[in-house]
């Protein structure tokens, strides 16, 4: 005779044993199914940026977790690295996801500024320029004295005082009309309550503890002031400014040069960075490197060539950046790579760039529309995997809009639909007004 031993740490027996002991219904749990701001969010970065799965599935889960409630307290709520080639939408999905954390996916306007800190670390190159972030120290020139009369009716010059940092989320929220009229309410129940400071019976002290009760259930549906910190191309700033980013990722806040506290728990830190360029062209144009059995081939895959440019980029961040400022990242996990656009790509873009274009012309009253030969032939003019997206910009530039220009200036009274087309074996674009 057998025995048979039955493992009651399995899941399932758990499941049964639990239930059937307590006389409870037990519901599994599985993950994958997103919530509706992150499918929102998703619809929006397809939209509005082409290509680039990876990065934007790595930033809806970013933002999944900060609307969950499971962010780390007290320090920022994230951080993360874009790398890759030039032109291919690092800064771009950097401008999107500002715009999804804070809440304006319904207000977005393609072009429109976005709810952003953009810096060019191109102005920190030196050890002083940092003054520009967290202003001058005492004893030199620049060094700002709020009790100073001097300095009365001035601004601050430092770009990280709080004001400044939550000012794109405030202005977001302006044009909401429920946040607005909450602002409103809030500022109602403030005044109420300073009429009341001075009294202290009963009734007035009753009073104040409802008023304190409401303004606390308004500022939480008004929620925190969010802000995203955008440095482009970090390669290119001081050391001191990753520094001063160490104190940001890890405490949430940062002492500017006149001493006031500026908090960044309620800050998303992104870097882009550009190095690595000169392998990464040899590799997107299909030039050799090498010679031998290891040369480069022409014919070799995009998308092999995408995972090789991917591979170098990270390579050459790891190497730069110092340990300690990468972890704060989360080390390797922490930095995403851009692929090198193919030529499908680029046809999305430019019909993404046209649709932005007719909304910047629609008062002018004419609206372009492309023929596939006029597609063709912009496709081919603004194809650059070595540039990216700028390229076709240009080509629209030269291609379109010049000519566009000395149309609206000779004929004044053209309005409607303008077709463009290529005529066979010409340089350049055909107009014809509908």
Known sequence: ?????????????????????????????????????????????????????????????????????????????????????????????ARLFAWALLGGIDMYKPGERPPANIFSCGEFQESFSISKLVGAPSGYVGHFDRNDPKNKGKKDPALFLQETLDEPHIKLKERNPVIRSLRERLDAVTAEYEALASHFNKEALEQKRKIRVEAREIISKIGPNLSVLVFDEFEKAHEDVGRILLQILEEGKLTLANNEITD??????????????????????????????????????????????????????????????????????????????????????????????????MHTGVCLVLKKSAEDFLVEKGYSPLYGARVMEAAIKTFLLDPLADIKGYYEDLKGELIVMRKKRDNKLTFYEK
């Open 1 to 93: 005779m057998t025995l048979r031993y039955r493992d009651e740490s399995k899941p399932f027996n758990i499941k049964n044993t639990n239930t059937q002991k307590r006389r409870l219904k037990m519901r599994e749990l599985k993950p994958g199914k997103k919530s509706p701001k992150v499918l929102e969010a998703e619809r929006f970065f397809d939209k509005y940026l082409v290509g680039h799965k990876f990065a934007k599935r790595k930033m809806l889960r970013e933002l999944n977790i900060y609307h969950a409630g499971l962010r780390r307290p007290n320090k920022a709520i994230g951080g993360v690295i874009f790398v890759g080639s030039s032109g291919v939408g690092k800064t771009e999905l």
């Open 264 to 361: 960044f728990s309620n800050s998303y830190i992104i870097l882009t960075s550009n190095l690595a360029q000169n392998e990464i062209r040899k590799i997107v144009s299909g030039r050799p490197d090498t010679v031998g059995f290891g040369a480069l081939e022409k014919t070799m895959a995009l998308s092999t060539r995408g995972a090789m440019v991917g591979s170098i980029a990270r390579k050459a961040v790891m190497k730069t950046l110092p340990p300690e400022l990468l972890s704060r990242f989360g080390g390797e996990e922490g930095i995403i790579d851009f692929q090198p656009l193919t030529p499908e790509k680029v046809r999305r873009v430019l019909k993404l760039q046209i649709k932005i274009l007719n909304n910047r012309i």
